[in-house]
């Protein structure tokens, strides 16, 4: 692909992270000081820089635990910041919800918890409920990953199965107040499945979790299924009185940032059309809808004439058939690559606004119709490496994937194909 157009996808992107970040999310977000104190929690992959601009923001006395993913740290001089990993929890997330559950220990009504939450959070805060283990939580991540189940059913199960998930980590700040600033991964933007709830209970049940499994025929370790058919209570209510006085604030997300790419574009005299940020489904078919949209843009100038830039949110999700290396937009991008093979008026851009996608450091990729011709004259069919889930090696092999190490925050998915 060209320098120019690399150049042109890099500035959206850069322009939709922008759009969220933390510093600029937390203007008119903030709460009046309490009469007592003020405890931060917080967890997610843009957490630590979220408590960082927080630091700045507020005008007095904080305490507090932020957890984030190993190597997006940011420092914070009065709030502890604590790595561990992701996607997969580990004994470093599990110690670190302990410390974020033992700052909730022995609060008032007078104090506040201010709680910081991004996507990630799911993972990062580990506690398995009394009879299960790390090693459940472990393998539950495990099977869900793989499911290629929508975010929504995963954490619809992950909810039943913690004890800070599902609103159960303010219902231990009780009877603190506890406002929650939250920057959306989701589709739909509803704070109640961002990093699976943690201070935002929602309607989600056991049966509801269970149903969810046989709906999508997911292979859960059967310690995981014994519990939920026997765990003595649901996730808590939203309606419960514990949660009167707590407020719940959206202060990020894909909507806005991809209106900021599309602003950005239009000031460069391309007309841009956001086709959703809540998308949702298997990758490559997602990929796959959007290369045939394309082509009759570029065919016939419906629904769009050209040129233009189609953008798209939310969050795909991969069925995993083999153990490749790659992530969700990575995966899109080369299934979208090869449906658009030849055509020479069609590039494109998939990325992770967090700036990891999956296994590897790298955010996504870049395709144009040469991109598959450039996979096999590097020894790689690429083909055969979407069916082996190893979207990464063929986009390294032709030298076209996009690394810009940890953003700050994360809104998700971000899609931009450009349609000359």
């Given at each position: 692909m060209d320098p120019n157009d690399i150049r042109f996808f890099t500035d959206l992107f850069d322009t939709a992270v922008a759009a969220a970040d933390p510093a600029l999310a937390l203007q008119g977000h903030l709460p009046p000081a309490p009469k007592g104190r003020t405890v931060v929690i917080g967890a997610g992959k843009g957490a630590a820089q979220l408590a960082q601009a927080f630091e700045c923001a507020w005008d007095g006395p904080i305490e507090g635990v932020i957890v984030t993913r190993y190597g997006y740290a940011a420092e914070c001089s009065r709030l502890k910041v604590i790595e561990a990993a992701h996607p997969v929890p580990d004994a470093a997330g599990e110690a670190a919800t302990e410390h974020v559950l033992a700052a909730l220990q022995g609060l008032t009504e007078d104090d506040l918890v201010i709680a910081l939450?991004?996507?990630?959070?799911?993972?990062?805060?580990?506690?398995?409920?009394?009879?299960?283990?790390?090693?459940?939580?472990?393998?539950?991540?495990?099977?869900?990953?793989a499911s290629g189940a929508p975010i929504g059913t995963m954490n619809a199960i992950r909810k039943q199965v913690s004890r800070v998930k599902g609103g159960r980590l303010a219902a231990a700040a009780y009877p603190a107040r506890v406002v929650s600033l939250i920057v959306s991964d989701v589709p739909g933007d509803d704070p109640a499945e961002v990093a699976s709830g943690p201070t935002v209970p929602g309607p989600a049940t056991r049966a509801t979790a269970l149903a969810a499994i046989r709906a999508w025929n997911i292979d859960l370790p059967l310690r995981i299924m014994t519990y939920l058919e026997q765990a003595p209570e649901d996730a808590p209510r939203p309606d419960d009185p514990i949660f009167a006085r707590n407020e719940v604030q959206v202060i990020a997300s894909a909507a806005r940032s991809l209106e900021a790419a599309a602003d950005h574009a239009a000031n460069l005299g391309i007309p841009a059309h956001i086709l959703s940020d809540a998308m949702e489904g298997e990758s490559r078919d997602i990929a796959r809808a959007h290369a045939a949209i394309a082509k009759e843009v570029a065919a016939r100038n419906r629904p769009f004439s050209t040129p233009c830039l189609l953008l798209s949110g939310g969050e795909t999700t991969v069925t995993l058939r083999h153990k490749g290396r790659g992530g969700r937009n990575t995966e899109f991008l080369l299934a979208f690559a090869l449906a658009i093979e030849g055509q020479d008026n069609i590039l494109a851009m998939a990325a992770d606004t967090d700036g990891i996608d999956g296994s590897e450091d790298n955010a996504g990729a870049f395709a144009d119709g040469n991109t598959c011709a450039a996979m096999r004259a590097a020894g790689v069919d690429p083909a055969e490496a979407l069916a082996r889930n190893d979207a990464w090696a063929a986009f390294e092999a032709c030298g076209q994937l996009f690394v810009p190490g940890p953003t700050g925050t994360n809104v998700n998915d971000f899609r931009a194909i450009l349609i000359r």
């Open positions: 939450i991004t996507g990630g959070g799911s993972a990062l805060l580990a506690a398995p409920p009394e009879g299960l283990t790390l090693a459940d939580e472990q393998a539950l991540n495990q099977a869900l990953l």
